[in-house]
């Protein structure tokens, strides 16, 4: 589930389409790669 909410944005920022990614999804983008360096093991 962590790893969509990277995809998601990841997709739309390369897609040109940055403007329909809403501020919650940028917040849970941020998490979830926090999540990936600090937590994974």
Same mark, same amino acid.
């Given at each position: 589930?962590?790893? !969509?909410f990277?995809?998601?944005? +990841?997709?739309?920022?390369f !897609?040109?389409k940055v403007?329909? +990614?809403?501020a919650g999804?940028?917040?849970?983008?941020v998490?979830s790669v926090?999540?990936?360096?600090?937590?994974s093991?």
């Open positions: 589930m962590t790893a !969509g990277i995809a998601y944005p +990841v997709m739309k920022f !897609g040109g403007k329909q +990614v809403h999804m940028w917040a849970l983008f998490l926090l999540f990936y360096i600090f937590y093991f």
